[in-house]
C-alpha cells in the first residue's frame, strides 16, 4: 500500500520524532509531501501562541526538508487572509471574557484557522502528481504513534467517503489537553479522494467553521464524509 505523508503549516520538528517517522513509518515508495510557512525573517521570532520559544535557525525550512525526506514541497510566506467574512462574536465561545479579549483574540483564532487549513490543503495539492497513491496521511511533525502505520491501515476500511481520525480518548495532558472522545486535527487519513473533499471544504468553507467550529459538526456540514478512528 501507497502512502503519502502531509506535513504542513511552520517546520517545528523534534528528533525523537524523526527517528521514529523515518526509520518505523515511511517505506521507500511512500511520498512526503509539505508546505511549509517560512522565511529567514522568520529567525529568532516567536512561534506559538501563550509561549515564549523562538525560531532558532534561518535554514530551518531545508533542515525540515532534509530531515524528514520530504519528495515535493512548498515553501511560503506568511499569507494575508481576509477576515472580513466575520461579522459578530458568539459569546458561548470563551464565557466570562471581555469584549477587548474578543477583540484580540477573534482575529488571532480566524488567522489561525485559515493559515492551517490553506497549508494543509496546498500540501495535499502535491499528491496530485502521483496516481499510485493509495492513501493520504495527515499528521504533525511531533506525533508518535504507538504502531507502525502500516499496522494500522490493516485494521481500517478505506472508503472514498470515509476519514478515520486520532481519537483523543480520556483526553487531558497525554492529547494536548483536549476533551475527552474528540477527533483530533493532529492525524487523520483516508483515500485520496476523501481526504481532496475534506481539506478543500475545510479551507474553502471557512466562512462557515465558525457555526461548525468543531470538526465533528464541520464534518455534518461538508455531508459527503462520515469519520471515525
Known amino acids: 500500500m501507497n502512502c503519502a505523508f502531509l506535513f504542513s503549516g511552520q517546520p517545528i520538528f523534534y528528533d525523537e520524532n524523526i527517528g521514529y517517522f523515518s526509520n518505523y513509518q515511511i517505506d521507500e515508495n511512500d ?3 509539505s508546505h511549509l510557512w517560512w522565511d529567514k525573517s522568520y529567525n529568532g521570532k516567536v512561534y506559538k501562541l501563550w509561549f515564549t520559544d523562538a525560531f532558532s535557525d534561518e535554514n530551518l525550512d531545508q533542515q525540515f526538508i532534509e530531515r524528514y525526506k520530504v ?15 466575520f461579522k459578530k462574536f458568539n459569546f458561548d465561545v470563551w464565557k466570562d471574557e471581555s469584549i477587548e479579549h474578543y477583540k484580540i483574540i477573534t482575529p488571532l483564532v480566524l488567522y489561525g484557522l485559515l493559515s492551517q487549513t490553506y497549508s494543509n490543503y496546498q500540501a495535499f495539492l502535491q499528491t496530485k502528481k502521483y496516481e499510485n497513491i493509495d492513501v493520504v496521511i495527515k499528521s504533525r511533525p511531533d506525533v508518535i504513534l504507538t504502531k507502525p502505520i502500516k499496522d494500522i491501515l490493516s485494521q481500517v476500511t478505506l472508503e472514498s467517503d ?7 480518548m480520556g483526553g487531558g495532558h497525554l492529547y494536548a489537553g483536549e476533551f475527552p472522545n474528540n477527533p483530533c486535527d493532529w492525524f487523520f487519513l483516508g ?7 475534506f481539506l478543500f471544504y475545510f479551507f474553502r468553507g471557512h466562512f462557515c467553521l465558525f457555526e461548525a467550529i468543531t470538526v465533528p459538526r464541520m464534518r455534518a ?5 462520515s469519520g471515525q478512528w
Open 162 to 168: 470515509t476519514i478515520y481520525f486520532q481519537s483523543s
Open 191 to 197: 483515500k485520496p479522494e476523501s481526504m481532496e473533499k
Open 31 to 33: 511520498k512526503v509531501c
Open 221 to 225: 456540514f461538508i455531508g459527503a464524509l
Open 71 to 85: 519528495t515535493d514541497c512548498i515553501v511560503e510566506k506568511h499569507r494575508d487572509f481576509d477576515i472580513t467574512f
